[in-house]
């Protein structure tokens, strides 16, 4: 009777295994490499390395460069695909860690593209997240963190956002109209807190403060229950300081 092979055991398939080999010689010579030298190096037979190396290349991973392969934009998109994983886990962690301290939920969001992106919530069974009943990316003139981001706009993106958005009350204490909210909005005064009461969802107070790196717009919020109003402009004084220990170090990138 034939053994049955061992399940807990990986599958390792080859030819993914040294395609990987090549791409790490090619990577160990920044002006490039012949094949025979790569085959070498990755310990691979010529004609194996040969059929290899031109499929890295017809991909995008590997290009030629007068005769000798290196790198190709396909590898740079997986370096700067990495990065981004990098960056975004750094947020999370930082999310969860307010929450933590904070005993509220806290949200990130990036203005990109036009467009409004949460980023990332961190939230809890003790500390849960307002449900995203209406949509951010239209709602922006309701919710804290919205208002936010198009406080750090210029006007020509602001106006061409609210064209694409228009103001609309979702609760009976959202903003009326648009000339009242950019009214708010040219009121507020720089790196200051914005608070909402009930724009978004009623039963709920929440608070956001501007991230300034570079030129992106960002913000970082917390939520609480109508009830615990009282703690909310405590808990966001503490988060705007420890948003500031964190972009003092330097471990926080909002270019995602």
Known sequence: ????????????????????????????????????????????????????????????????????????????????????????????????RWRDVLGVPVYFAVYREGEIQLVAVADGPSAPAVEEWADFRETAHAHALGQCLLSQLDEKARQDHLDRHPVQAITPNTVRDRRALLERLAAMERMRPVVERQEYALGTVCAAIPITAGSTAAAVAISLPLHQEQRLLPAVDQLREEVGRLLDSLAFSISI
Request: charged fraction near 20%; proline fraction near 5%; aromatic fraction near 2%.
């Open 1 to 96: 009777m034939a053994t049955a092979p061992n399940s807990g055991a990986p599958t390792l398939i080859g030819s993914v295994q040294r395609a990987l080999r090549l791409l790490e010689a090619v990577s160990a010579h920044a002006d490039g490499a012949p094949a025979k030298q790569l085959a070498r190096e990755a310990g691979l037979p010529l004609p194996t390395a040969y059929h290899l190396l031109r499929t890295l290349t017809h991909e995008g991973y590997l290009q030629r460069e007068k005769g000798l392969l290196v790198l190709g934009d396909a590898t740079a998109g997986l370096a700067r695909g990495r990065a981004v994983q990098n960056r975004r886990s750094k947020i999370t962690e930082a999310l969860a």
